[in-house]
């Protein structure tokens, strides 16, 4: 693809992600569980690991972690989206890279290693490890919530006119 035509495509996605991470903010999800999310942005992430070179996919990935913690956070949601984010997309990248994994265990680890990222940088924040007692709550909503983000994303990626990669 032209680097011209890449600029165009990764900026829809990072609207995309943009759009997802308000809509997801107006979603009473958490069922009383603080931190507890659907994660839909995971949804662009996934995509375009699958679809896009790896520099583009981070790359949106941390745009849309600042700006919508700008945007509809603050600068914690920011560090705790940054630990999260980062420790997904890299796990989520060495999965993938092994080939021995279906796209929807990618997104399943994702969703489970975001929640532990979080827990990461909310211990040292905070200075107590005490939190980690939550995270088997976490970590099982994240996995819940990767598969049916990688479901999706499997789908969508089956639609794309333009798709390029190896899903299965």
């Given amino acids: 693809?032209?680097?011209?035509?890449?600029?165009?495509?990764?900026?829809?996605?990072?609207?995309?992600?943009?759009i997802l991470s308000y809509a997801e903010s107006l979603i009473p999800f958490s069922f009383g569980l603080p931190g507890l999310k659907l994660g839909l942005t995971n949804l662009i992430v996934v995509i375009m690991l699958y679809n896009n070179d790896t520099y583009g996919a981070i790359s949106v990935s941390l745009i849309r972690i600042?700006?919508?913690?700008?945007?509809?956070?603050?600068?914690?949601?920011?560090?705790?989206?940054?630990?999260?984010?980062?420790?997904?997309?890299?796990?989520?990248?060495?999965?993938?890279?092994?080939?021995?994994?279906?796209?929807?265990?990618?997104?399943?680890?994702?969703?489970?290693?975001?929640?532990?990222?979080?827990?990461?940088?909310?211990?040292?924040?905070?200075?107590?490890?005490?939190?980690?007692?939550?995270f088997p709550i976490l970590g099982f909503g994240g996995m819940v919530t990767g598969f049916f983000i990688g479901y999706i994303a499997l789908e969508l990626l089956h639609r794309l006119p333009f798709r390029t990669g190896d899903y299965l």
Avoid: D
């Fill in 66 to 134: 600042i700006l919508s913690g700008i945007l509809f956070g603050n600068p914690f949601s920011i560090l705790y989206s940054l630990g999260g984010g980062l420790l997904s997309f890299l796990v989520m990248l060495l999965l993938k890279k092994t080939k021995q994994f279906q796209l929807i265990t990618v997104s399943i680890a994702g969703g489970f290693f975001h929640n532990l990222g979080q827990i990461l940088i909310a211990s040292i924040v905070v200075g107590n490890t005490g939190l980690f007692f939550y």
């Fill in 1 to 18: 693809m032209k680097p011209r035509n890449k600029t165009i495509e990764y900026g829809v996605y990072l609207g995309l992600a943009l």
